[in-house]
């Protein structure tokens, strides 16, 4: 008879990694490009009068630190992990509606309250790729922080994954210590103060609990394609 025993970790998550993978990679690829045409547009016509973050003590703490552009760009690798985890094509649909939901989201507050950094808040840096994201990302869209709360709703989804699948702790540890790592960033490169990453850490707290709370049931079969996505509450 065939063993009931639970599947060995480093088997969950190489067939979540494998399954519906080119699904996966270009899904994400659309929807980031997506979401940064809304991005960009916002960031360069606001609607109304832009109003600047202010400083606090904790911001003065933080010396500019040009090497941590390395952990901000890593969150574009770095949100792929979730949907990268999903086991099944009802999940992984369920989980790019809850995290758009986060995105139109931070969308909407920029439109309707747009925010920026104080001017001139990083120094120069010769540090590879500083000029282009000083080029690119203009000190706006600053409040909430969507770096951070995109991370910090990858960070508990890939939590979860990793909760369910028994990976070791030290897998777990090693998840919540890239989310620090990308939040701290955005600090140190001088693209967001404090409040703009609490701001953002809460919002993506916000969607992250519902989005575990109303999802297909975990390591559920597949169902048909394109068939019911077979949605309870989970208490």
């Known amino acids: 008879m065939p063993s009931s025993a639970p599947p060995h970790w480093t088997s969950e998550l190489g067939f979540r990694i494998r399954h519906l993978l080119a699904l996966k990679i270009v899904g994400v690829t659309v929807f980031t490009w997506l979401f940064f045409i809304g991005y960009f547009q916002l960031l360069r016509h606001p609607v109304h009068a832009m109003t600047v973050m202010p400083l606090t003590a904790l911001d ?6 040009p090497e941590m552009l390395i952990a901000y760009f890593s969150l574009w690798f770095y949100v792929g992990l979730a949907p990268g985890l999903q086991r099944n094509f009802s999940e992984l649909v369920v989980y790019g509606l809850w995290v758009g939901a986060l995105c139109l989201g931070g969308l909407a507050l920029f439109h309707f309250w747009p925010t920026q950094v104080p001017p001139l808040m990083a120094g120069g840096s010769d540090f590879p790729g500083f000029a282009l994201l000083q080029g690119v990302d203009a000190p706006g869209n600053a409040c909430p922080s969507m770096h951070v709360a995109v991370a910090i ?5 890939v939590n979860d994954v990793l909760h369910r699948a028994r990976a070791p702790l030290s897998l777990r540890l090693g998840n919540w210590l890239w989310f620090a ?11 967001h103060v404090v409040l703009d990453a609490l701001a953002g850490a809460l919002l993506g707290i916000a969607f992250a609990w519902p989005s575990m709370r109303w999802r297909p ?19």
């Not at 709703?153 to 989804?157: G, S």
Request: proline letters at 10%.
């Open 181 to 191: 790592a990308i939040a701290y960033s955005t600090l140190a490169v001088k693209q």
């Open 60 to 65: 003065l703490l933080v010396p500019f630190q």
């Open 217 to 235: 049931t975990p390591g559920a079969r597949a169902p048909a394609v394109f068939g019911g996505a077979d949605i309870i509450p989970h208490r």
């Open 153 to 157: 709703f990858t960070a508990i989804r």
